[in-house]
């Protein structure tokens, strides 16, 4: 007699790939692999109703990207708005019109968090159980292959500090990451904690949303540089060809933005300077550029902050938004008291302190109901785990468009599907190289990182095992066959119990 699992109706349903996370990673793996393989199955499991990944969870006001939309955009759908930095709102209409047009949505299956997966060695596949977040049901699924699209950072809460006091404010206190829709800032005295990429957005925002006043209170100050609206060549590449003009102007923010980190690396000193005096000049004369704009680490040990035709500095000159920079002391029942002993009265207090990682998604996965411990792994080409088999996973640059690295991850993962298809193999799996020293996965200094760095998996010392935040070194890194004696390319060898099973499956009518 036969389990459940290898009876005709209740066996699992099986596909050829399971993309998990449907934000912008997730339709990129989709794409690629569904065009390269059409006849195959997959489906996108997202724990959320909607697709759009952070672009669909972050509702703050002001909520942007941080990267040009040039390369944030897909290749193979060129971005054709004519704001570099983009709002929310028009990116998420940019992913929902990709994941239509290219039958996307159809696959994706909302309401399905991945909580499980099981490598069985004997089968070559995974078998990955989902809950239903509508009825809490589990669905137990099998794939031959599954691609971790979920980034890097938890969706269910953010990092807030632990403040003294906090249960004395009497106002509201908000994390963007939750923002309310109802949220009126009309009238209202706002401090924003932080000084990263959603405080420079969302003080300018609160402030034209009719706030009394906004204030950013920093701990730590951070590097920022106003950006353009729009491409200085968009007036000329309007008049050639659309795939013609993409190519160039995705060429061109891309030298732009890697030309920019590779400079600030090299010539740290002359980076700092150049930054401080384009800040300088856009601050009003009762604003300290040095108290406030300059950061204690070089340029590029953080990510650095983009704001779109200096809306930040425009609201500092304004008068609508001010800077502080101090360390909290506690909260007060009327606003938040400084280590200074200045008190800065508020009605809401914005948390804007940053993310909580999570590896893959929380997905405890296994192998032969052996748990994977992800920190002991090293990362191949920042795209598979060392002894893992026919998984992937895609995690951007912090140096550049999250887009440029998932173009890449995935053309690749498509050459390895290839490659398993035309080899006549169904296994593949990076194989640890003997002596390959280990280094953090995540070589940046943001403290949301250094939180969480001994959850991930490590990077080694050198190729492939490393790899530069360059995406011109990376394309030639990639370019480089897949075959390439790190990679395992392998058949597996069924035990005798599942040669049993299957020959009773076969046997079951159909």
Not at 309 to 331: E, S
Not at 381 to 404: E, H, Q, R
């Amino acid at each position: 007699m036969t389990t459940d699992r290898t009876t005709a109706e209740n066996a699992p349903e099986h596909l050829d790939c399971i993309v998990v996370g449907a934000g912008l990673s997730g339709i990129d793996a989709a794409y690629h692999v569904t065009k390269a393989f059409p006849e195959r199955s997959l489906a996108v499991l997202e724990a959320r109703d909607s697709l759009g990944g952070t672009w669909d969870l972050f509702r703050y006001p002001g909520v942007r990207s941080d990267s040009d939309m040039f390369t944030l955009g897909f290749s193979w759908k060129p971005w054709t708005g004519k704001k570099a930095i983009a709002d929310g709102a028009d990116i998420l209409d940019y992913l929902r019109e990709a994941a239509d047009e290219n039958g996307i949505t159809e696959r994706i299956r909302f309401g399905h968090k991945v909580v499980r997966a099981n490598y069985v060695s004997d089968e070559g596949r995974w078998h990955v159980t989902a809950q239903r977040t509508d009825t809490g049901e589990e669905v137990e699924l099998t794939a031959n292959f599954v691609v971790a699209t979920t980034g890097y950072y938890r969706y269910d809460e953010g990092f807030t500090p632990e403040f003294a006091g906090r249960e004395e404010f009497t106002g509201e206190v908000l994390h963007p990451q939750h923002w309310p829709q109802d949220f009126d800032a009309t009238g209202k005295r706002v401090v924003v904690i932080g000084s990263g990429a959603t405080a420079v957005t969302l003080v300018p925002a609160l402030a034209k949303a009719g706030a009394a006043q906004v204030t950013m209170l920093q701990r730590t100050p951070s590097y920022i540089l106003s950006a353009p609206d729009e491409s200085p060549l968009a007036p000329l590449l309007r008049r050639l060809p659309e795939k013609t003009a993409s190519k160039i102007i995705r060429a061109q923010y891309a030298t732009v933005s890697i030309g920019l980190y590779e400079f600030c690396r090299k010539f740290p000193d002359r980076s700092r300077s150049i930054l401080r005096s384009m800040v300088a000049k856009q601050l009003p004369d009762s604003i300290d550029v040095d108290e406030h704009f300059r950061p204690p680490y070089d340029p590029w040990d953080q990510r650095l902050c983009l704001v779109p035709r200096g809306d930040l500095f425009r609201a500092l000159r304004r008068g609508d938004a001010d800077i502080v920079t101090d360390h909290i002391d506690r909260f007060t029942p009327n606003g938040i008291l400084l280590k200074s002993g200045r008190e800065i009265e508020a009605d809401v207090i914005v948390t804007a302190t940053g993310l909580n990682l999570l590896a893959v998604g929380g997905v405890q996965a296994s192998i032969d109901g052996e748990p994977v411990d992800v920190p002991s792994t090293m990362v191949y080409k920042g795209m598979m785990l060392s002894d893992i088999p026919n998984f992937a996973f895609i995690v951007g640059y912090t140096n550049a468009s999250w887009t440029l690295k998932a173009d890449l991850v995935c053309s690749y993962l498509v050459r390895i599907m290839e490659h398993l298809r035309d080899t006549g193999t169904s296994v593949v799996v990076p194989r640890r190289t003997p002596g390959v020293k280990e280094e953090p996965f995540l070589d940046f200094a943001a403290g949301y990182v250094l939180r969480s760095l001994n959850e991930f998996p490590k990077q080694g010392d050198v190729e492939p095992w490393r790899l530069k935040m360059n995406w011109f070194k990376d394309r030639k890194v990639f370019a480089q066959p897949v075959d390439d004696g790190t990679l395992e390319f392998t058949t597996p060898a069924p035990s005798s119990t599942s040669l049993h099973e299957a020959r009773e499956r076969e046997s079951l009518p159909v």
